[in-house]
C-alpha cells in the first residue's frame, strides 16, 4: 500500500486535460475512500472561467479519467461552463 500512496502524492502538481484538449487545471490531492483504499476523485485547483464559473477547485470522479502519466488525460467532461450553484 506504501507505494499506491507514493504514486498518489507523485500526481499533486500534474495538468489535468479535458479530451479536446483543453487545460482543465493542475491537480491539488487525491481523494481517497477510507475502506478500499482507492482513488475516487483529483481534485482539481487552477481551473480556467471558460469551464468552471468561478475558477473554484473541483473533484473529478475517477470513472472521468482515461490516463496519468506526466499528464492527467480525461475521458470525458460535462457541458461547460460549470455553474457554481450544480
Not at 502538481?13 to 490531492?29: A, H, M, Q, R, S
Not at 482513488?39 to 475558477?55: A, I, K, N, Q
Amino acid at each position: 500500500m506504501v507505494q499506491g500512496v507514493e504514486v498518489m502524492s507523485s500526481w499533486a502538481g500534474l495538468e489535468v486535460y479535458l479530451p479536446n484538449g483543453k487545460k482543465l487545471g493542475v491537480v491539488l490531492d487525491a481523494v481517497l475512500d477510507a475502506e478500499s483504499m482507492q482513488c475516487t476523485h483529483l481534485f482539481v485547483r487552477d481551473t480556467p472561467e471558460e469551464l468552471v464559473e468561478g475558477s473554484i477547485p473541483l473533484a473529478v470522479p475517477w470513472r472521468w479519467i482515461r490516463a496519468i502519466d506526466e499528464i492527467v488525460l480525461l475521458r470525458w467532461f460535462p457541458a461547460t461552463p460549470i455553474p457554481i450553484n450544480s
